[in-house]
């Protein structure tokens, strides 16, 4: 089935490059492989289930945005349950009705095609903004209209005809609010809401933390919260993100603390920094400092630090801090739903030696008995059990927290997560330590892994 489902423009090489992949397992067999591999590319290509939102509890609570949240127009029509979790007050979790057929739906003379990255982004519960938009066949404003995506790029932009290509993809439909015209003034991509989303495929509302409150909610994916969880930064930590933009989890952290201690946020990409202050600013966050600097050379090793923690700016003292969170750059292969995905084999290894690089910075900043929790978006073993497996190797210090036991305390039973897979170096006693949210589980793939350092 893998070799059939075209869901990368380097289709066959990744497919083998998967298949290695998954064959570090221990004790797996060729059947198993193609099997998970058949799962996954499935699984890949729908939208998770569940929408969740992350309520800032700096500046409201949940039973508040709940209560918003039923006012909003059509909100009971677009979800089968919405849900707070006791455990974790700052989760807002809603579920996606049952999922459409496309018979069901196509019954509108006029029909749009937008590219595959904006496809994604209705399947998940996004409207449709021009700069997507790559044809439109006509309408009138407040006209309904099927939407397609153009899942291989072949489509010119201002296509005028109907769409007829095998890759078309139907996402479902909408009401046009803006003209062809406008959409494609004099050949230039129009700006602002197109077309209002009705239904979908996936089920899941439109739903935007743009319908709320400024600073009063995040639209954040289930795993990534649950990252900033695993952390557990307390009021009087000093906590390092290592890798922050565009700044999600570092708001998320800031809650936790209470606004107190102090994190340090660093992003490389300068053009990213603004955006970071601004998320910051917006949320209330008063206990963080964002600093644009290359964390792989954020260890200053011509001074150590003698219980001097004044200078809180990179390079940093060895041994500065108590929580560090290594989000790193991954190959964003738990994305779902991905349409289209047009990475590279060349691509996809070399993460690998750019994620070692951090981690070894991770390790000597962290103080002894601090916790580094390193995570990705991605499922590959390579860039994750291979990344846990050397670590142990070569950092005799670290030792595993048991995240999955953190998990489970959260009482989230209705939300399963699995372990991490055995593989060399790393035995099934160690590998049930880590949080794998892949086709197993009804969200995005993530995976999570937390270490603490000893003396």
């Known amino acids: 089935m893998c070799q059939e489902t075209c869901l990368f423009k380097h289709q066959q090489s990744i497919v083998d490059e998967l298949k290695q992949d998954l064959k ?43 209560t918003m949240l039923l006012n909003l127009k059509n909100i009971n029509k677009s979800l089968s349950s919405i849900s707070i979790e006791s455990k974790l007050p700052e989760l807002i979790i809603i579920e996606a009705k049952k999922c459409h057929q496309e018979k069901e739906m196509i019954n509108h003379d006029n029909e749009a095609v937008v590219d595959a990255a904006c496809g994604a982004a209705v399947l998940r519960g996004s409207h449709v903004f021009a700069p997507g ?65 009705i239904e979908t495929i996936s089920g899941l509302p439109q739903l935007n933390e743009t319908d709320l409150p400024d600073g009063f909610v995040l639209l954040q994916n289930f795993p990534s ?88 700016e990179p390079p940093f003292f060895k041994q500065t801090f108590d929580k560090i969170l290594l989000d790193g750059p991954c190959s964003v292969l738990g994305k779902r739903p991905q349409l289209f995905n047009k990475i590279t084999c060349k691509e996809l290894r070399a993460i690998v030696p750019l994620q070692k690089k951090l981690f070894t910075s991770a390790v000597e900043l962290l103080k002894d008995g601090g916790t580094l929790v390193y995570s990705t978006c991605t499922i590959t073993i390579a860039e994750n059990e291979e990344i846990v497996a050397w670590a142990l190797k070569n950092f005799p210090c670290l030792k595993l927290n048991p995240a999955r036991q953190q998990y489970d305390s959260f009482n989230l039973e209705k939300y399963p997560v699995s372990s991490g897979y055995p593989i060399e170096d790393l035995p099934s006693n160690l590998a049930d330590n880590l949080l794998r949210f892949g086709s197993e589980n009804n969200t995005v793939g993530f995976f999570i892994a937390s270490f603490k350092k000893n003396t």
């Open 24 to 66: 570090k397992i221990t004790e797996i067999d060729d059947v198993d492989v193609e099997k998970k591999l058949n799962d996954l590319f499935e699984w890949l290509q729908i939208s998770p289930k569940i929408t969740t939102f992350r309520v800032n509890t700096l500046l409201t609570d949940a039973d508040k945005i709940l």
């Open 133 to 197: 938009i790559m044809g439109l066949t006509g309408g009138n404003i407040n006209d309904k209209i099927n939407l397609y995506a153009d899942i291989t790029g072949l489509s010119k932009k201002g296509f005028i005809k109907k769409y007829d290509n095998d890759s078309k993809k139907y996402l479902g439909y909408g009401i046009l609010r803006q003209t062809r015209n406008e959409i494609f003034h004099e050949g230039n991509c129009g700006t602002g809401l197109a077309i209002e989303m």
């Open 225 to 312: 919260i649950i990252c900033s969880r695993i952390v557990d930064p307390q009021p009087d930590d000093i906590v390092l993100d290592m890798c922050a933009a565009p700044g999600n989890k570092t708001t998320h952290l800031s809650a936790l603390m209470k606004n107190k201690g102090k994190i340090i946020a660093m992003e490389k990409i300068k053009s990213k920094i603004s955006k970071m202050k601004n998320n910051c600013q917006k949320f209330g966050c008063k206990n963080v400092d964002i600093f644009c600097f290359d964390a792989t050379k954020s260890v200053n090793n011509q001074i150590t630090n003698e219980n001097n923690n004044s200078l809180l």
